[in-house]
């Protein structure tokens, strides 16, 4: 693997690799001395066109305590305020020996382009509606902690699922893994032909989370009411949202899942993101170990 | 000028032209003393072909393309004659514009360029433009294209005003609000890559309104690029119920589809954008019952610099002129889905009748506007030999059936065998 653009193209044993190796690093993260060696001389650049936080600072931290050389390169603060294109950035990039581009940006495609014109190797920290790879494989290893396998679990997604590159990738790899994925969200935020890629659709909010093994809130973003997708924030949360009672459906041992930042008492609320059964701060410590693996998967040839 | 050993409807025949008109065509004319012989070594002859939708990028635009290359593209695609949208910049709203444009084509002297005035001024959407002043200085129809009338009113206004002067009213169907930020169909492709998607009904709900229009009014609208099913029906309805009204497609839109914007090949973005299979085999019914009237390529030349982008921001459009009748002849002749007389009729003799300007026919008299195709040709699409200045294609690599060999414009050879024949300038 020289790129990591999408799990749409990653095999399921690329996957299971990344897990057995996840573990490994993780076993490392939780030691006190944080360090590796393994990226010793080697440069990351994560090159960011949208804010982030814990995407960008789980990335920079898995690449410091592997010993990479670290650049952070914000769209407000490049050249990309002057004008400069995508490829003239990755170009620079280049001249400048990066071995890695972790690249977070608000268009669909913009990982693809980059790699198709790069040396680096590119990783897709989130382009646009698209794909956020290393989100679903932070998402699977959390999974694969609790279950040890992915064969015949439920993973209820529920929430904006249009505008959500982490829904998607987290079907492409549900589906590779055996496991079933079974959307909800409002009509206006679930797009057309999700079916086709391996998901299933629920009807209800009920129909989704009944006997899960996973239930996984998506983030809702406020703009979106003003773009007419639905009406208030109170309206979504009471038909929308996941709560106890909700929770209550899921299968006895299901899990809670978010991949951040979420907005109490929205999309999830505050009694289940502090509940027992919630992942949401492991899934943090799980993005780390993950995106270890992944740099050392890359950078190894 | 003599054109020895052509194919004409069927037969070995040879054609003089005399004064850029056809003279005679008999099974064998004697070549005089001195006489321009061109044989056509038994390749087929047809009427040359008409393009009532392409953008030449002149004036303003000419990093992307101008009159000169256009035109030189147009001749090598077969096309004696061309109608150029007016979004150009500034765009073309008024007389001194359009004669530029006039001026600057019988300059190139290549192919007829028929300017397309703009509906309203500015293109804005709110004032109609000097329709009259600019069908006085040589445009053969009106169009907002790429930036549609959205509102009704106005477009209820056009209509009327044009059909005094008698100049076709050409109307991009697109509801912008439904389509924005949209950039390929919206379906499984549209999931699959994150791309937001345009809706079939962002077209569907304008060929409805300029329908019903057309149909109130008792007027005639000429649709721009249809690309759904659901728009193809609802042409085939109301022309069965008597609406005057005419309907383009575009090669891409039944050599192509949806699944080809996977990759994120910006060459594949257009609008309409391709659609789904289903929509492809409904536009190619559309074009064998005559629900669709006219093959165009909507010619959008862009600079590499438009396209070597993120896909959301690459700019729409493909370079059509000089593989639109490969296409056409490879997936509608070829596979026998239409004859290739009905094809000179969607390429040539329809869109020429929807602008009323003249074209040529294969007989005695007709002006002397032919293409000599080799329809046995099998050749792969280079687009770095386009002529065109526009290389954004999704077919570049594509081997295609039929190749135009020779286009004669009004009795004189303008492109022949790969070259343009005389210094354009």
């Known amino acids: 693997m020289k790129h990591l653009l999408g799990l749409k193209d990653v095999s399921r044993d690329e996957i299971m690799e990344i897990m057995q190796t996840a573990s490994k690093m993780k076993a490392l993260l939780l030691r006190d001395e944080k360090k590796l060696n393994d990226l010793e001389g080697k440069t990351v650049v994560t090159l960011f066109y949208e804010n982030s936080t814990r995407t960008r600072v789980s990335f920079e931290l898995a690449a410091k305590y592997m010993s990479a050389s670290t650049v952070h390169v914000a769209s407000a603060s490049s050249s990309v305020q002057k004008g400069e294109t995508l490829l003239d950035t990755g170009r620079t990039l280049d001249v400048m020996r990066t071995d890695v581009i972790v690249m977070r940006h608000p268009m669909a495609g913009a990982p693809h382009l980059l790699s198709q014109h790069v040396k680096a190797s590119v990783i897709n920290a989130g382009d646009g509606m698209n794909e956020h790879p290393t989100q679903a494989l932070l998402d699977l290893f959390t999974l694969y902690e609790k279950y040890g396998s992915f064969e015949g679990l439920k993973v209820a997604i529920v929430g904006d699922i249009a505008h959500s590159r982490v829904a998607k990738s987290n079907v492409f790899g549900l589906n590779k893994l055996g496991a079933q994925a079974v959307l909800f969200a409002p009509k206006t935020l679930m797009p057309p032909c999700f079916e086709q890629l391996g998901a299933k659709v629920a009807a209800s909010r009920e129909e989704a989370i009944s006997g899960a093994d996973a239930v996984m809130g998506l983030r809702i973003q406020l703009e979106r009411q003003k773009g007419g997708l639905f009406p208030s924030l109170g309206e979504y949360a009471r038909f929308y949202g996941v709560g106890e009672e909700q929770m209550k459906l899921a299968a006895p041992h299901a899990i809670l899942m978010h991949p951040g930042p979420v907005n109490r008492g929205v999309e999830l609320s505050s009694q289940v993101i502090d509940a027992e059964y919630s992942k949401i701060d492991e899934q943090v410590l799980n993005g780390v170990a993950v995106r270890m693996a992944l740099l050392y998967l890359l950078t190894r040839n | ?425």
């Open chain 2, 1 to 425: 000028m003599l054109i020895k050993n052509a194919m004409v409807q069927g037969k070995q025949a040879d054609v003089r032209i005399e004064k850029g008109v056809i003279a005679e065509i008999a099974p064998a004319i004697k070549e005089l003393t001195g006489e321009e012989v061109l044989d056509a070594c038994g390749k087929t002859l047809l009427p040359a072909f008409v393009d009532m939708h392409v953008h030449l990028r002149d004036p303003g635009l000419t990093y992307k393309e101008d009159i000169a290359s256009g035109s030189r593209a147009a001749v090598a695609g077969g096309f004696s004659a061309v109608a150029c949208m007016p979004n150009t910049s500034p765009v073309n709203d008024c007389a001194a514009i359009t004669s530029y444009i006039k001026m600057r084509g019988k300059e190139v002297g290549l192919t007829k360029v028929y300017p397309v005035g703009c509906i309203s001024k500015g293109m804005k959407g709110e004032e109609l433009a000097g329709i009259g002043g600019m069908q006085a200085a040589g445009a053969v129809a009106v169009s907002d294209d790429g930036k549609p009338v959205e509102n009704a009113n106005l477009m209820r206004h056009a209509m009327e005003y044009a059909s005094d002067f008698d100049m076709p009213v050409l109307s991009h169907c697109e509801d912008k609000p439904l389509a924005e930020g949209g950039s390929v169909n919206e379906g499984y492709y549209s999931t699959l890559t994150g791309l937001k998607g345009i809706p079939a009904a962002s077209e569907e709900v304008m060929v409805a309104r300029e329908i019903l229009l057309a149909q109130t009014l008792g007027l005639s609208v000429h649709l721009c690029h249809i690309s759904t099913k659901g728009s193809v029906e609802l042409i085939r309805h109301a022309k069965a119920q008597g609406v005057r009204v005419t309907a383009e497609t575009c090669p891409h839109y039944f050599a192509a589809d949806d699944s080809w914007v996977e990759g994120f090949d910006t060459n594949t973005k257009m609008n309409p954008p391709l659609r789904s299979k289903e929509d492809v085999a409904a536009i190619i019914r559309g074009i064998q019952d005559g629900t669709i009237d006219a093959i165009v390529t909507d010619h959008a030349p862009h600079h590499q610099d438009d396209k070597l982008v993120e896909y959301h921001l690459a700019a729409f459009g493909i370079s059509g002129l000089e593989t639109s009748f490969a296409l056409c002849y490879t997936y509608l002749v070829k596979t026998g889905l239409i004859t290739l007389e009905r094809l000179s009729e969607l390429m040539t003799k329809n869109p020429a009748e929807i602008l009323r300007i003249p074209y040529g026919r294969l007989e005695a008299g007709a002006v002397a506007d032919l293409v000599l195709i080799d329809e046995s040709a099998e050749w792969q699409v280079d687009k770095n030999a386009f002529f065109s200045k526009g290389k954004n294609t999704p077919f570049h690599g594509k081997t295609l059936t039929g190749k135009v060999y020779a286009t004669v414009v009004e009795g004189e050879i303008k492109y022949q065998n790969g070259k343009i024949t005389e210094g354009a300038k």
